[in-house]
């Protein structure tokens, strides 16, 4: 008998010239708990949709239960009995549970939706998992917690061997997170394998057998859970090298003034940020530290105006801000998450896109000038070298670096004294990235301030003068410049718990 | 590596000229003289106005990713405002601004239902059509009101400068007035950056609640005007004014290029699609064909137009 459900042996995938996976080996013991970290782009939701069949691999061989296979898409993946949880869930929210957990292979008697032996199925499998839902409940009814424990059971009911878990704790509450550890447990004394993909350290120790870990397209450690210790699973996530030399931090030009650009006091917003208070001041640069779920885009989003704050105050130059109109008016921009939903209209040229946040600008009695739309946009490729072949190219046709470039130019164009960044080289090149980078210490050192939100801790030590840790909502920490010797110094205090 | 590109033309923008010449052609060629004329294509201009002065409005409207189904009713009231003002009053000034005034406020309150209380436009707007259209029967117990100030008659009617219809040049006035607003006007870039991507106009900073307001009632406003046209035209306001014309401005808005998604607008296109609607309704009148037969042709004629530009469009 093999003993593996599924291995993945020197698997190489590139996408154009640039290889993701490189040799890549992953086995996967039947009946356990197998963790996949590193870092974001380091390959791990790559191997895992060659496994699932949504990429396919340039070279290497899959085999599942000793035997080889090709798996071409997602179907084939499903019937080799390999289920993927998706981080983005693929539930249908006007639909019921039953109806969810028997989509597209409904059980019909006569031609007929069969909805009595659905819903018998449907319940059985809840109680199996030992699962409290109604199985006719809608599930947009349900909280992200039940979702993520129906879209197991959907899984379950395809007779499946393997499940993949991509961040499945990343938006549960820790409640939901103990119920989902012990499904995940009980599914494991039944020999279902799982793959778990997880930035939260703590958990990984908690729960897995095995670790697997990839940087930069290569395995680099993998071994049983107990031959790791937290220090030495970060280090190996960090390809245990020093940062690259772009990534460094280089000593900013103009100190830190002394009085406060930003200030937020007692924030509270929903039930998810709790408490928070900082300040940001003149030419400074501030991060803010967390995992994913820890409320980072909700600060940003509540000192932009976007968000109702259940408390506190934010103080903008001593002005209080309470919706968008106040923020842009006192000179806050914000650098959204995801450019390509919330940063740009796509369907729009580049130039459309940057006067957009400066129609003021570009006016004369009122009417748009072409000319000084022209220059605008063509100051803006200029100054960050955005790669475009003119101004009046479509934004959807541009690279994810220069994307994102544009979002910044638009931003930049308002001159703003704080700008506010979420995440904004996720999907960038490390060229781009070191541009993007170069951009905001230039614009601090001109007497501005920024906020910065990365999950790329090395860029955030590259150019954050201060830290701020933030965890489950709350600020848990706070570390200058001075005090973050490496990357792991930062790493350690947010996977770390409350000290209290 | 420098390298130049020509200043692309893209064809597929200008699709509904060429389709509108095409028609304009073979109808040229079928009918001759009887269609081919001046007075016949300028005839043409002033059956369309109304459709066409609504098209304007409607481009913004369908390109801020919304549809407004309610132009045809408040083409009925607005007529009948308009006329029952002039018969108590005899005075233009008191109807014109009541109708308008009355479009507006009816455009407004499209707006307030599709942001404030997040009704589908669709369906807001097929509820205030109903509304509308029931007011206007109740108004006047379903009567007709005639018109029998002639000045009126003259300026939003029937009247000529030399040979040149006034509807014609009123319409021309419009589409100027839409024109700057769509690309010279920062209300025009606001437009179309809601109805490309909502979410990143909001992250932008822009008042969707404000503009959205303000684009129906724009609507509002041009359907009023557009009923006003109707009554002066035909001396007379009757209550089943502008019925089933939504869809015809629809029809043309997308004819001319304009995204039903939203994010896009052509107003040039959208009165040239009024027209192509217009001269396909004229041809085949005066091809004799009989009426079956002119709702059969013109019911290909469109699809096969709207198939050929999307189609294109996607390329």
Redesign the interface.
């Known amino acids: 008998m093999n003993d593996y459900a599924i291995e993945l042996l020197s698997i190489n995938k590139s996408f154009g010239r640039v290889p993701v996976l490189k040799d890549v080996d992953f086995k996967l013991r039947k009946g356990s708990i197998h963790a996949l970290v590193g870092g974001n782009g380091a390959g791990k939701s790559t191997l895992m949709k060659i496994l699932t069949g949504v990429y396919v691999k340039d070279s290497g061989t899959c085999k599942v239960n000793g035997k080889e296979v090709v798996i071409h898409n997602y179907n084939e993946a499903r019937r080799e009995g390999i289920s993927l949880i998706f981080q983005e869930l693929s539930l249908i929210p006007t639909l019921d549970v039953t109806d969810n957990i028997f989509l597209n292979k409904e059980i019909k008697k006569g031609g007929l939706l069969d909805y009595k032996t659905m819903n018998q199925r449907a319940i059985q499998l809840m109680k199996k998992l030992e699962i409290e839902l109604d199985v006719n409940e809608k599930i947009k009814n349900l909280g992200v917690g039940s979702c993520q424990l129906v879209e197991i059971a959907k899984a379950l009911s395809d007779d499946t061997s393997v499940i993949v878990m991509d961040e499945p704790t990343a938006s549960l509450s820790d409640k939901e997170i103990a119920i989902l550890f012990k499904i995940i447990k009980q599914l494991k004394a039944r020999g279902i394998s799982i793959v778990y993909i997880s930035h939260r350290m703590n958990e990984i120790f908690q729960i897995a057998d095995e670790i697997s870990v990839l940087y930069s397209g290569k395995v680099v450690a993998s071994k049983p859970t107990q031959e790791f210790t937290l220090n030495s699973l970060i280090e190996s996530m960090l390809g245990g090298k020093k940062n690259e030399e772009s990534m460094k931090w280089k000593e900013r030009k103009t100190q830190i003034g002394i009085h406060n650009v930003l200030e937020v006091k007692n924030l509270y917003i929903d039930d998810i940020i709790k408490n928070v208070s900082f300040v940001v001041k003149q030419s400074e640069i501030v991060g803010l530290a967390g995992l994913m779920g820890s409320g980072r885009t909700e600060i940003l989003e509540t000192i932009f105006g ?1 968000r109702k704050k259940k408390s506190g105050t934010i103080l903008m130059e001593n002005k209080e801000i309470n919706n ?2 106040q ?2 008016n006192n000179k806050i921009a ?1 650098i ?1 998450e995801d450019r390509r ?8 040229s580049l130039c ?1 896109n940057i ?3 400066n ?2 600008k570009v ?1 004369k009695y ?3 000038k072409n000319k000084k739309v022209k220059k605008i946009s063509n100051e803006a490729i200029d100054n960050l070298n955005i790669k475009s ?2 101004i009046k190219i479509k934004t959807s046709l541009l690279s994810g670096g220069n994307q994102q470039k544009v979002v910044i130019s ?1 931003w930049l164009a308002t001159s703003p004294k704080l700008i506010i960044l979420d995440e904004p080289t996720s999907g960038v090149d490390i060229h781009a990235k070191t541009e993007i980078l170069e951009i905001l210490r230039n614009y601090a050192d001109e007497g501005n301030s920024v906020l910065f939100v990365s999950s790329e801790l090395s860029e955030m030590i590259a150019i954050c003068d201060r830290i701020i840790v933030l965890k489950d909502g709350e600020a848990t920490g706070e570390l200058t410049h001075k005090d973050i010797k490496n990357e792991e110094v930062l790493h350690y205090a947010i996977q770390k718990e409350k000290s209290n | 590596m420098q390298y130049k ?1 020509k200043n692309q033309i893209n064809i597929y923008d200008y699709i509904v000229y060429i389709v509108f010449a095409i028609v304009l052609l073979l109808f040229a060629l079928w009918l001759g003289g009887n269609f081919f004329s001046a007075s016949n294509l300028l005839n043409v201009t002033r059956q369309t106005a109304m459709v066409s002065i609504m098209a304007v409005a409607m481009c913004f409207v369908i390109a801020s990713g919304e549809i407004d189904l309610s132009v045809g009713a408040v083409v009925a009231l607005s007529a009948l405002t308009a006329a029952w003002i002039l018969e108590k009053t005899n005075n233009i000034m008191f109807a014109l601004m009541g109708a308008l005034v009355l479009g507006i406020l009816i455009g407004a309150i499209n707006g307030l239902l599709v942001t404030l209380l997040n009704i589908p436009s669709f369906l807001a707007t097929l509820g205030t059509s109903s509304i509308i259209r029931g007011f206007a029967m109740w108004f006047t117990a379903t009567k007709a009101i005639s018109i029998r100030n002639e000045t009126f008659n003259f300026m939003f009617g029937m009247g000529k400068i030399k040979f040149m219809p006034i509807v014609f040049i009123w319409t021309v006035l419009v589409l100027i007035i839409g024109y ?1 607003q769509l ?4 209300y025009g ?2 437009v ?2 809601i109805g ?2 909502q ?9 969707i609640t404000k503009i959205k307001i303000l684009i129906f009632s724009e609507m509002g406003l041009l359907s009023a005007f557009a009923g006003i046209i109707y009554a002066a035209r035909m001396q007379t306001a009757r209550y089943t004014y502008g019925q089933g014309d939504e869809m015809n401005v629809i029809a043309a808005v997308v004819l001319g290029g304009t995204a039903m998604s939203g ?2 607008g052509n107003i040039i296109g959208a009165v040239i699609g009024s027209l192509l609607l217009g001269v396909i309704n004229n041809g085949l009148i005066i091809g004799g064909l009989d009426t079956s037969q002119q709702q059969i042709v013109r019911g290909f004629i469109i699809i096969i137009a709207v198939a050929f530009s999307t189609f294109s469009r996607k390329k």
């Open positions: 976007l968008v109109k923020a842009i914000l959204p939903r919330s940063g740009l209209v796509l369907m729009h459309d006067i957009i946040t129609l003021d006016r009122g009417f748009i072949d003119g638009k | 590109k700057i690309t010279k006007l920062s870039k606001k179309l950056a490309g991507n979410i990143a106009a909001r992250y932008s900073g822009i008042n994010g896009k």
